[in-house]
């Protein structure tokens, strides 16, 4: 079904039929009438297939002048790839894909769209069209670069998602690359509809079902292909143009995956959101450390670090590792600074996403990705903030040259991070230790080692310290305050948890104290 690459509409299968129908009916018979609903929604949206027709608002010339230029901005750089476009709509995007890709195929449901897009793209020779319900699209495996979806999945029920992702999959080469941008929550668009049959889901849907996402790979039974995210954000022109942050974009890659890999999961990211970082850990967290905070000291140690960033009003702060939001909110509202909040884990950055609505502060914006895959433009920022991320991150020299990539001249670093004692890595390490680290999946230096790194990539200024002293006392004064509110925190969550909780802080107490375990703060300006 699908129309692709258009903007809103309104009801679930649910609230569709307010006769109750639908009751006696078979999933297939439901699955029709459901194509049916959208095939004559669209001929009414698509009566002169025009730009106001396929974005359902009044203002879409605007938008489009804004919006098109930021989309493409999103994407890798599309020289010589196959390039899929499912929703290509009137072409939009498909005569700007064309001009730089080797292929375009733009497949859409609505037979007026295609035809206004081969109308006017129809020039490009390396552009292939095609009318097609993507639920019964079927294409060659391997075919693919790139695939590219503005407006689509909205219209699919959620088993219909759940299949094209697979597809997409398979669609894929290795390595290849995956865009999609959906409506979430709430409509944009202006236009009047009598009726309206889309989904308007919650981001953390998508999440789900890209994390669950996999396909078999045909050369070895032990291993599958599955996406990595990239990035999810929200396209900046409708926060600036309509104050509405619903429209969500993601950035997804296709990558090999054995069993071994991250601890049994199908990504880093689902590893981190289903263990580490639950939603229960998370809501933990945040009672020991405080609104907002999921770091140790919570909006004490904040106010220290963020101090040594020396922010200045009007600055652009980015945070790697923003967690649920809390030394974001306090950047923005101490320094009347404008902060980029990125976090791999859906859980912290959705829990982000509700505090900021909340706050309703645009200073600052929270997208969820991997901070070693994203690519942001050169000297974006005057300063770069984060706590206890690191630590998860193997590759460290080309993540801080890319910190130092981000950086304006004159931009700051500041770094803390759980490190190690010893430069010659893991083989001074007890086994205990080792276990410790293995059982979380940490990457740690010395704070030494980190010292050297910040110098190799080019930065100046160089300062580290280890502040493992003042960590102890953080974890037992957290440790004490928890043990003192043994009866609030076990009727706040559980006995089970409280003793999680309890262990968990021990541990770490543990692992400090025997002096293998450092706290490390680093800071380094690029000169």
């Not at 992702?165 to 202006?190: A, I, M, N, Q, T």
């Not at 995210?229 to 993601?250: D, P, R």
């Not at 990539?405 to 490190?419: N, S």
Request: proline share 2%; aromatic share 10%; charged share 25%.
């Amino acid at each position: 079904m699908a129309t692709n690459g258009h903007s809103d509409a309104k009801h679930s299968v649910s609230n569709r039929d307010t006769n109750g129908a639908t009751e006696n009916m078979t999933e297939q018979d439901i699955e029709g009438k459901t194509r049916e609903e959208m095939e004559n929604f669209w001929k009414e949206h698509s009566a002169n297939a025009t730009e106001e027709e396929m974005m359902l608002d009044s203002n879409a010339e605007q938008l489009g002048k804004e919006e098109i230029p930021e989309i493409l901005s999103l994407l890798p750089n599309a020289a010589r790839l196959d390039v899929l476009e499912l929703g290509a709509g009137i072409g939009r995007f498909t005569g700007h894909l064309a001009a730089q890709a080797k292929s375009v195929t733009a497949v859409d449901f609505m037979e007026a769209f295609i035809e206004k897009n081969r109308q006017i793209n129809g020039h490009h020779s390396n552009a292939i069209f095609r009318q097609a319900d993507v639920t019964k699209l079927q294409l060659l495996p391997g075919s693919y670069d790139l695939v590219f979806s503005n407006w689509l999945l909205m219209y699919l029920e959620e088993h219909e998602v759940q299949e094209l992702f697979c597809k997409v999959l398979k669609w894929l080469r290795p390595g290849g690359y995956f865009f999609f941008r959906e409506s979430c929550f709430h409509p944009s668009g202006d236009a009047k509809r009598q009726y309206n049959p889309t989904r308007y889901r919650d981001p953390g849907a998508y999440n789900a079902i890209l994390q669950s996402a996999s396909v078999p790979a045909d050369d070895d039974p032990h291993t599958t292909y599955a996406f990595e995210m990239i990035m999810s954000k929200s396209v900046q022109t409708y926060i600036k143009l309509k104050n509405n942050g619903n429209q969500i974009c993601w950035l997804v890659h296709k990558e090999r995956r054995r069993e071994m890999d991250n601890h049994g999961f199908n990504t880093n990211q689902e590893f981190l959101d289903k263990s580490v970082y639950s939603l229960e850990n998370i809501r933990s967290y945040e009672w020991i450390f405080g609104e907002g905070f999921i770091s140790s000291g919570g909006i004490t140690t904040a106010m220290e670090f963020t101090t040594m960033l020396n922010l200045r009003p009007g600055e652009h702060v980015l945070d790697v590792g923003s967690g649920i939001g809390g030394s974001a909110f306090h950047m923005a509202q101490e320094f009347d600074v404008n902060v980029t909040g990125i976090d791999l884990s859906a859980n912290m950055v959705s829990v982000a996403l509700e505090k900021a609505y909340k706050v309703d502060d645009k200073r600052v914006q929270f997208e969820m990705g991997d901070v070693t895959k994203r690519q942001f433009p050169l000297q974006s920022f005057d300063a770069i903030y984060s706590r206890e991320t690191l630590l998860h991150i193997k590759d460290k020299v080309a993540l801080l040259s890319s910190f130092f990539k981000w950086l304006k001249p004159g931009g700051r670093l500041v770094i803390t991070d759980y490190c190690c004692r010893h430069d010659n890595g893991s083989n001074g390490w007890s086994n205990q230790f080792k276990k410790f680290v293995q059982k979380y999946g940490y990457h740690l230096l010395s704070v030494d080692q980190y010292a050297k790194i910040l110098k190799q990539v080019g930065f100046g200024q160089v300062q580290v310290d280890d502040r493992t002293s003042q960590f102890l006392q953080i974890l037992n004064k957290e440790l004490q305050q928890l043990e003192n509110a043994q009866r609030e925190a076990t009727e706040e969550f559980s006995a089970k948890d409280y003793r999680l909780l309890e262990n968990t802080w021990k541990n770490k107490l543990l692992q400090f104290a025997s002096g293998e375990h450092k706290y490390g703060v680093m800071y380094a300006k690029k000169d």
